[in-house]
Antibody
């Protein structure tokens, strides 16, 4: 059974960089595409981007200028960095798997999510 | 971006009854080359991540009860829950993956 677990600081100061890690167990990140999705009361569910099994990222155009997704295959982890955060970036951040390894996909396994609050 | 619009925002249904949630995309999400609709449905309970129910508009994910069914094509889709159970109380979301993924705003299902 594939499991994903998000980790990282739950409080980030405005204008700084949000950094999260997703640890995958029960399967290798050398297969499939791996995504970040966030959920906030104001904007609902929002896809942030993915990294492919070969390490190629793709981002939501609305966030592209601030986002970096990378992977560490030796640790079976992938990460999210979102810079210049504001209060609008306060959300629950999820990592999720794309089971069809496609540029655009649905998501079959999700982490439990981590609430990140941006403070001024 | 493709905008996904769900209706209604919420509904109350009696146990054992059938209910339908609607999802409309701002442009077609039917890919003509493979005749597939790039539409999925999720169920989210409080404090939990979304759970995949349906993909390709009508394919049930493994372990999903057969009282959940998806249909539709092009721009108009439905999720039907037959014989509503207490454990089906949740918010339901549709999502398109024809292009950069986007989600509907959610439909809250409660027991009447």
């Amino acid at each position: 059974q594939v499991q994903l677990q998000e980790s990282g600081p739950e409080l980030v100061k405005s204008s700084e960089t949000l950094s999260l890690m997703c640890t995958v167990s029960g399967g290798s990140i050398n297969n499939y595409y791996w995504n970040w999705i966030r959920q906030s009361p104001g904007k609902g569910l929002e896809w942030i981007g993915y990294i492919s099994y070969s390490g190629t990222p793709n981002y939501n155009p609305s966030l592209k200028s601030r986002v970096t997704i990378s992977m560490d295959t030796s640790k079976n982890q992938f990460s999210l960095k979102l810079n210049s955060v504001t209060a609008a970036d306060t959300a629950v951040y999820y990592c999720a798997r794309d089971p069809i390894s496609s540029a655009w996909s649905y998501f079959d396994y999700w982490g439990q999510g981590i609430l990140v609050t941006v403070s001024s | 971006d493709i905008v996904m619009t769900q209706s209604p925002e919420s509904l109350a249904v009696s146990l054992g009854e059938r209910t339908t949630i609607y999802c409309k995309s701002s442009q077609t999400i039917l890919y003509s080359i493979n005749n597939k609709n790039y539409l999925s449905w999720y169920q989210q309970k409080p404090g939990q991540p979304p759970k995949l129910l349906i993909y390709w508009a009508s394919a049930r994910d493994s372990g999903v009860p057969d009282r959940f069914s998806g249909s539709g094509s092009g721009t108009d889709f439905t999720l039907t829950i037959s014989n509503l159970q207490a454990e089906d109380v949740a918010v339901y979301y549709c999502q398109q993956y024809y292009s950069s993924p986007t989600f509907g705003q959610g439909t809250k299902v409660e027991i009447k």
